[in-house]
């Protein structure tokens, strides 16, 4: 029972944190996560935690996965925004690569990018 309980003041406080410094008031939250802002007092105080869809919900309006944002799991925190799944795994099989393949990797890219870039600059003419 004290794990539930600090899990839900951990939860509590992540969520103000986030709400926080993406610069939002418990009203702007709510209106953006199509609740009301009574329910996100509760959250943060660890009195009750959202459901499956709202926390989904939440965490998009916050930019964080939903593991980060009910227990802190950071591995998918940074990427929850990246739509492409297929990508995010392949980004984190290249983080177990050698440091030389990692590098190749950032410079085929880069490559790319640059290309993209010229591309569209080319056809802005």
């Known amino acids: 029972m004290i794990q539930k309980e600090e899990n839900s003041t951990k939860f509590g406080e992540r969520l103000k944190q986030l709400r926080m410094q993406k610069g939002l008031s418990q009203v702007d939250l709510a209106k953006l996560a199509n609740v009301n802002s009574n329910h996100i007092s509760r ?49 984190k099989k ?12 950032k410079t085929f890219l880069e490559a790319i990018v640059t290309n993209r870039s010229i591309k569209q600059l080319a056809n802005a003419s």
């Open 43 to 91: 959250y943060e105080r660890g009195d009750s935690k959202p459901t499956a869809k709202y926390l989904k919900i939440l965490a998009e309006c916050l930019g964080v996965s939903t593991d980060y944002l009910y227990d802190g799991q950071e591995e998918d925190a940074a990427f929850a925004d990246f739509k492409d799944r297929d990508l995010l795994v392949l980004f």
């Open 94 to 105: 290249v983080e177990n690569l050698s440091d030389k393949d990692k590098e190749m990797v």
